[in-house]
């Protein structure tokens, strides 16, 4: 089941183990004061060698810049592409390719699936959000192109089929080429249908029908991609039933199938959308009745912070049951698959009440094979890009990048 080393330089460790990178998103904030003294970190207090605190990040394309309101879309849109989103509810968004699917572009054919985009939450690629904003910034974390959002998937039995085919055993091999041969099918319908619309279609839809094309033939490439690859075993890892009821097991169960993607070198490049930013969703299980949004906007009243805190904590536990998970397992260098990870978890806002972009809360867990030391507490001096981070997570995993987004250098210190 596990993975065996790429012949390529890319993407692996100095043992020539796989490499992957993660990014993993939560809503709205945190509790500044509970997260700086290190109380809402305590779930993770028993892996602290395994990760790091970086302190002084910002994200800059996330603040106004004379836009006006809609911070959360921009802090979502704006977090893994260190662009600032065009100001637009309409199709004709504009932003930038997202850090993950820089990464995805280099590595190229090095795993079956060039990365893998989850969410917990419902996917949205149109309509109205956020103060004018277009839905597509705030439920798309990351981004192919500065106009086509990659859509994540927040079935996770859905994910299980797209990495291991229906059924079991032979099953799932057979399955597998069904469902290819399907689409196939559909993509040659399609082809054939654009083909005859091209000659009809003014200047403005020619340009959006090239940009559907050109997501259509993204499909085409995976499947053709995915023929040359042996179907992987998932062990003992059943298919999920579906969306769990219960947010928590929902969270776990795409965490679990993260790990498997990366277990079973199927990508090394994942991002993990928790909740979108903005997300109102209560929290009744840990005595949070309130939606998390409302109460981000806490005026500094204790009682609003102290179930912020309750919140921040839930993700923590979070956290560390992926991290648990990843150093529990061997990779094929004898290391843990933790161990060769980078694992970034964060948000674009510090305080919710007054939409913060800078001095971000901020951990990188894993030792990137060996590239990074965690267990330690780094205070940045001044505001720092966090896309200095991704230019240097791209460098270790052997994508070379003079810059990225808003970057100023690539950052050394972790």
């Known amino acids: 089941m596990a993975a065996t080393p790429s012949a390529s330089g890319l993407a692996t460790t100095a043992s020539g183990a796989p490499l992957r990178m993660a990014y993993l998103y939560i809503p709205n904030g945190v509790n500044v004061e509970k997260w700086k003294s290190g109380e809402t970190l305590k779930p993770l207090s028993h892996l602290k060698d395994q990760f790091s605190i970086l302190e002084g990040l910002e994200v800059e394309m996330a603040t106004s810049g004379g836009d006006g309101g809609g911070d959360h879309a921009r802090g979502n849109a704006a977090f893994l592409t260190g662009v600032r989103p065009k100001k637009t509810a309409g199709s004709d968004i504009a932003l930038g390719q997202s850090v993950d699917q820089f990464a995805a572009d280099h590595l190229g054919d090095v795993t079956r699936f060039r990365s893998l985009e989850l ?131 929902h969270l776990r169960l795409m965490f679990d199938m993260m790990l498997l993607a990366f277990e079973t070198d199927s990508t090394r490049v994942a991002t993990f959308l928790l909740a979108h930013e903005g997300s109102n969703r209560s929290f009744a299980d840990i005595g949070v009745p309130d939606g998390h949004h409302t109460l981000s906007h806490h005026d500094r009243v204790q009682e609003k912070l102290d179930k912020i805190a309750k919140i921040d904590l839930f993700y923590s536990r979070q956290l560390a049951y992926f991290l648990e998970r990843a ?88």
């Open 119 to 249: 969410s917990a939450d419902g996917v949205r690629k149109a309509g109205t959000c956020d103060s004018g904003y277009s839905c597509a910034y705030q439920f798309n974390l990351s981004w192919r192109s500065e106009t086509l959002p990659m859509t994540p998937e927040n079935n996770p039995r859905m994910v299980f089929e797209r990495l291991f085919g229906k059924g079991s055993g032979k099953e799932r091999e057979l399955s597998l080429l069904r469902r290819r041969e399907e689409e196939k099918s559909v993509l040659d319908f399609v082809m054939e249908d654009t083909r005859r619309l091209q000659n009809e279609l003014g200047q403005a839809d020619q340009q959006k029908l090239d940009e559907y094309l050109t997501s259509v033939r993204e499909i085409e490439r995976r499947i053709e991609q995915a023929e040359k690859w042996d179907l992987p075993d998932p062990g003992d890892q059943v298919a999920p039933s579906g969306i769990p009821k219960n947010y928590e097991d």
């Open 327 to 414: 150093k529990a397992k061997k990779d094929v260098d004898g290391r843990s698959l933790l161990d060769n990870s980078m694992v970034l978890y964060g948000s674009a806002i510090s305080d919710g009440d007054r939409h913060a972009h800078r001095d971000l809360p901020v951990v990188l867990a894993g030792q990137g094979g060996g590239a990074f030391k965690p267990g330690r507490h780094v205070k940045l001096n001044g505001d720092v890009p966090i896309t200095n981070l991704y230019l240097r997570m791209l460098s270790e995993m052997g994508v070379k990048a003079d810059r990225f987004g808003d970057s100023t250098g690539v950052l050394k210190q972790v």
